[in-house]
Nanobody, 122 residues
């Protein structure tokens, strides 16, 4: 099974940028669809983005489309989430996940990281 560790979260002002990283070990990320999800306090886990196992096809949640970009570096076995034009409503714990198929449904992912906190101040 693949192990995932997120990093790159922090505090940023509205309009700023952050890049999250998801370092994988144990299995190559190219075997999986790799997704990013987020969860704010008191809210359900929300789909953010996914990149297919081929590393080409990507999908985004409506709330981040045009602002966030998911990418993959197979040589580093790492997936990234570039977040631009951040808004206070982007504040959440961000999770990386690996699954066998490309889906926006969190239940389709079997491996999860521990999460990294992103806080956007107004």
């Amino acid at each position: 099974q693949v192990q995932l560790v997120e990093s790159g979260g922090g505090l940023v002002q509205a309009g700023g940028s952050l890049r999250l990283s998801c370092a994988a070990s144990g299995r190559p990320v190219s075997r999986y669809a790799m997704g990013w999800f987020r969860q704010a306090p008191g809210q359900e886990r929300e789909f953010v983005a996914v990149i297919g196992s081929g590393g080409v096809n990507t999908w985004y949640g409506n709330s981040v489309k045009g602002r966030f970009t998911i990418s993959r570096d197979s040589a580093k076995n790492t997936v990234y989430l570039q977040m631009n034009s951040l808004k206070p409503e982007d504040t959440a714990v961000y999770y990386c996940a690996a699954g066998p198929v490309t889906t926006m449904d969190a239940s389709g992912y079997g491996s999860w990281g521990q999460g990294t906190q992103v806080t956007v101040s107004s």
